[in-house]
């Protein structure tokens, strides 16, 4: 298994699923396609905490496809162990390949093709406009990448 995977959450927005640490973190995106809180770095929900909520959810009789939480799916199939999947009485589909972006277990590559994607998917100017500006509304991410690189080597050299 893989430690990132990166979905297509809701409009575009996409959400990035650490397996290891078991956080979900969850971007927004604006109108050129930007995910303008990836410094920031979005909402970071913890998976343990949503872990036994949902089981606690699928013991219910009243679970069902009309009244789960739309983050039940990626809970399920990435985060839970399969001693916590045996527990649930029910299961989540699983998540759509339709909105799956990519998983792998190198970060940077991981921020970079989410931003690519986004960026495809979100620029809401046209086509032409899109093709001229991209250098331009996609060297934040890359920008990023290059301080998140030195921060970490930072952190290793003490």
Request: include cysteine; charge should be positive; hydrophobic fraction near 30%.
């Amino acid at each position: 298994m893989n430690r990132y995977y990166v979905y297509d959450f809701v409009c575009g927005n996409p959400i990035l699923i650490d397996t290891v640490k078991k956080e979900i973190t969850f971007y927004h995106t604006n109108v050129y396609g930007q995910v303008y809180d990836l410094k920031s770095g979005g909402k970071v929900v913890k998976g343990t905490a949503r872990i036994n909520g949902l089981i606690k959810r699928t013991n219910n009789s009243n679970y069902s496809f009309s009244n789960k939480y739309v983050i039940d799916q990626y809970i399920y199939h990435l985060l839970m162990s399969d001693e916590q999947k045996a527990k649930c009485r029910s299961i989540p589909q699983k998540p759509s390949e339709a909105r799956f972006y990519i998983s792998g277990d190198n970060y940077n590559e991981i921020i970079s093709i989410m931003c690519e994607q986004t960026y495809e998917q979100g620029y809401a100017w046209g086509k032409e406009k899109k093709t001229k500006e991209k250098p331009e509304l996609t060297a934040y991410y890359k920008e990023f990448l290059s301080e998140f690189e030195s921060d970490s080597r930072d952190l290793f050299s003490i």
